[in-house]
Each structure stands twice: as structure tokens, then as C-alpha cells.
């Protein structure tokens, strides 16, 4: 079955150091990634996404992801975290052969001073 | 462009009454879905359309009804709301469901509280 994995239910870092967000993906020909932000009482929000071209991608607020196929996963990361940073984050999938999205169950950042 | 638009903002139902939860968009968007977002379950799919007239099963469609009678609606109705239909509803919609590429865009949500 088709399906993405957020590895970490809750992340914690210092402002100012890298963040690491991790996603797996069940394997797929020709999968569409795609990370959401989701600050609290708000809908979610458009961080960045992956669709066949370079696998480093760049997306808002100086977060970027990283396509590795041969590990099935679509990290997140940011060299330095800020305090407006802290929100929750989903990794989504879209196959190409399905009309159906799947969400992870999201990781929530939160931003130590 | 409003976007994706939802109303109401906040509901509170007794157990059994019904209500729809409303959608529009006004982006031309061929792909329209409703989700439920719960505490560490992250969101999940109730139903979605790929078009005016056609609408399918998500992960979780039981006690919910969807027509898609236009492209920029689609509405979600409850029959009968239960206590486990307590959740924050997010309804989406994205440029076309053939291409996997395209990217979601997402209502500010409906908070539902059924008593």
C-alpha cells in the first residue's frame, strides 16, 4: 500500500541550530513530494515540493528538501532554525497513478531560545 | 482571488443534529477534497472529486455525504454529527488530478465541536 512516514512525532532544536525533519515514502515510479507548514490554528501552508526535476530543492523561509530515491525519503532541513520556525510539519505524496494524497502524521518543531 | 474559502469558522452541534460545512474556491481548481485533522493522526481524507459531478471515498467517509454540482463548490454534509466527528475540517483543491505535481491549496478550516 501507498504511504509516507514522518519519523519523528515531536523535534526539538535551539534557535539558531540546523533542523532536521524526516519523511519515507512507500516506493513509486514517479512520486510528487511535497512539505506543509501548519502554525497553530492556521491551515496549512506550502514549504516546498519535489516533481522529477533536481532533488534538492529549495523552498520558503530557507527551508530545502532532498529527493534520495534509493532510500525512499524527502527530508527536511534548515541550517538555522528560528523561533517563528516552531509550527507543525507534513510530508505529503501524490502518485501519479491515484487521485489520492497521503499526508504523514506530521512533526511537530518546536524552538528552543 | 479569495482562494480556498470555508464556512463557518466554528460550529457546535448537539449528537444527531446535521449540518454542511461549506467550500468554494475560485481558482478553476479540477481537484476538491475534504479532510479531518485529529491530535496525532495527522489529516485524513474523507472524500474528494476530480471534477463537477464526480466525487469518491477517502480513508475515512463514514457519516459524510459530498456533491460536487459545480467546479468552485463542494460541500460537506453531515448526517447525523456523532461526538467522534469532533475534529478541524480542512477542504482543499488543486489544478488537476491527473497531474501529480500540482500542489494543494488550503481552506483556514472549520472547528466542529459535537456535544
Known amino acids: 500500500a501507498q504511504s509516507v512516514t514522518q519519523l519523528d512525532s515531536h523535534v526539538s532544536v535551539s534557535e539558531g541550530t540546523p533542523v532536521l525533519l524526516r519523511c519515507n515514502y512507500s516506493?513509486?515510479?514517479?512520486?510528487?513530494l511535497f512539505w506543509y507548514v501548519q502554525h497553530p490554528n492556521k491551515g496549512l501552508q506550502l514549504l516546498l515540493k519535489y516533481t522529477s526535476a533536481a532533488p534538492l530543492v529549495k523552498g520558503i523561509n530557507g527551508f530545502e528538501a532532498e529527493f534520495k530515491k534509493s532510500e525512499t525519503s524527502f527530508h527536511l532541513t534548515k541550517p538555522s532554525a528560528h523561533m517563528s520556525d516552531a509550527a507543525e510539519y507534513f510530508c505529503?505524496?501524490?502518485?501519479?497513478?491515484?487521485?489520492?494524497?497521503?499526508f504523514g502524521s506530521g512533526t511537530r518543531l518546536s524552538i528552543r531560545p | 482571488n479569495a482562494g480556498v474559502t470555508q464556512t463557518p469558522k466554528f460550529q457546535v452541534l448537539k449528537t444527531g443534529q446535521s449540518m454542511t460545512l461549506q467550500c468554494a474556491q475560485d481558482?478553476?481548481?479540477?481537484?476538491m477534497s475534504w479532510y479531518r485533522q485529529d491530535p496525532g493522526m495527522g489529516l485524513r481524507l474523507i472524500h474528494y472529486s476530480v471534477g463537477a459531478g464526480i466525487t469518491d471515498q477517502g480513508e475515512v467517509p463514514n457519516g459524510y455525504n459530498v456533491s460536487r454540482s459545480t467546479t468552485e463548490d463542494f460541500p460537506l454534509r453531515l448526517l447525523s454529527a456523532a461526538p467522534s466527528q469532533t475534529s478541524v475540517y480542512f477542504c482543499?483543491?488543486?489544478?488537476?488530478?491527473?497531474?501529480?505535481?500540482?500542489?494543494?491549496?488550503f481552506g483556514p478550516g472549520t472547528r466542529l465541536t459535537v456535544l
Open positions: 516506493s513509486s515510479y514517479s512520486p510528487s
Open positions: 482543499a483543491s488543486s489544478y488537476r488530478h491527473s497531474a501529480s505535481y500540482n500542489e494543494q491549496f
Open positions: 505529503v505524496v501524490r502518485y501519479s497513478s491515484a487521485s489520492k494524497i497521503i
Open positions: 481558482m478553476n481548481h479540477e481537484y
